[in-house]
């Protein structure tokens, strides 16, 4: 790796710091790439080269991981939309289930024993969504039918703790 890859890694980290600092404030691609250093659109494709996805989608996977433990601890679904820095609950809602596989109301309904069970660190890297997780790994707890998927519910596309693999 030549210096100046080496720079643009180090501009990349900068700005992708200041999305997991600052995920509840408005941000867009320009304000980013400001940080970064790059233009928006030469951000936007080192960005998803470096890390996998887009900035865009990085900042609403942050939003979800937070949102996800906010609403385990009880918050309501909208207060919570509003803390991360959501402004439209349907958008919140529409992403929120796209990540987890499941809707936020049903997420914070939903036995979390398992994970206040452990220390936040812990807790944090197990309930961390993933886009590219196979979803069949992450399948939410169900009194399944014979196809392992709980009647009415797609599979979770995040891993939490206590699951285990659906056979």
Same mark, same amino acid.
């Given at each position: ?10 501009? +990349?980290? %900068?700005?992708?710091? +200041? ?14 790439? %400001? ?8 951000? !936007? ?13 990085? +900042?609403?996977?942050? %939003? ?7 609403? %385990? $601890? ?14 439209? +609950?349907? !958008?919140?809602? !529409? ?5 987890? $596989? ?6 914070? $309904?939903?036995?979390?024993? !398992? ?46 703790? $206590? ?5």
């Amino acid at each position: 790796m030549d210096p100046q890859e080496l720079a643009n890694l180090a501009h +990349l980290r %900068r700005a992708r710091d +200041l999305i997991d600092r600052e995920y509840a404030r408005p941000l867009d691609v320009p304000t980013m790439a %400001r940080h970064a250093l790059m233009s928006p659109a030469h951000f !936007s494709r080192r960005f998803r080269a470096a890390y996998g996805e887009t900035p865009y989608n990085y +900042l609403m996977t942050r %939003r979800i991981e937070r949102a996800m433990t906010l609403l %385990r $601890g009880g918050m309501s679904v909208t207060d919570a939309c509003m803390t991360v820095g959501c402004t439209s +609950l349907g !958008s919140f809602s !529409s992403r929120f289930t796209e990540v987890v $596989g499941e809707t936020p109301s049903a997420y914070r $309904g939903r036995e979390h024993d !398992s994970v206040t069970a452990m220390p936040a660190c812990v807790a944090k890297v197990y309930t961390r969504p993933s886009r590219n997780a196979p979803s069949t790994l992450n399948a939410p707890p169900t009194n399944a039918s014979s196809t392992g998927t709980p009647a009415g519910n797609t599979p979770s596309r995040i891993r939490e703790a $206590g699951r285990t693999p659906a056979a």
